[in-house]
């Protein structure tokens, strides 16, 4: 009943910048939890970012903070995923993902939020 869809995949340069939108539909709320998770080839998806409905809490992975933010816009009905400094390594399936938010605030429990809602996800592939 809510749809999302990613876009502004592609290929990028070891060092170079991407930016992943995603965009809702259907029975959308503002109160949503969003977050971009990843996949890589013979690995388990790994949550990279996310932030509250207000936007006053966002998380990150270990191995994207400093390198990737996220943000969003409720009025349009999206979330973005801007990635900088890329490295190989990033190179994966990056899904968009939504759900309620989280009864307390903070980056903590971010990541503990239930993703009821998922993209069909967007390849990014980062090569020297």
């Known amino acids: 009943q809510v749809q999302l869809v990613e876009s502004g995949g592609g290929s990028a340069q070891v060092g170079g910048s991407l930016r992943l939108s995603c965009a809702a539909s259907?029975?959308?709320?503002?109160?949503?939890?969003m977050g971009w998770f990843r996949q890589a080839p013979g690995k388990d998806r790994e949550i990279v970012a996310a932030?509250?409905?207000?936007?006053?809490?966002?998380y990150y992975a270990d191995s994207v903070k400093g390198r990737f933010t996220i943000s969003r816009d409720n009025a349009k009905n999206t979330a973005v995923l801007q990635m900088d400094s890329l490295k190989a390594e990033d190179t994966a399936v990056y899904y968009c993902?939504?759900?309620?938010?989280?009864?307390?605030?903070?980056?903590?429990?971010?990541?503990?939020?239930?993703?009821?809602?998922w993209g069909q996800g967007t390849q990014v592939t980062v090569s020297s």
């Open positions: 259907g029975r959308t709320s503002s109160s949503y939890t």
């Open positions: 993902a939504a759900g309620p938010p989280t009864y307390y605030s903070g980056s903590y429990y971010l990541p503990r939020a239930r993703y009821d809602y």
């Open positions: 932030i509250s409905w207000s936007g006053g809490s966002t």
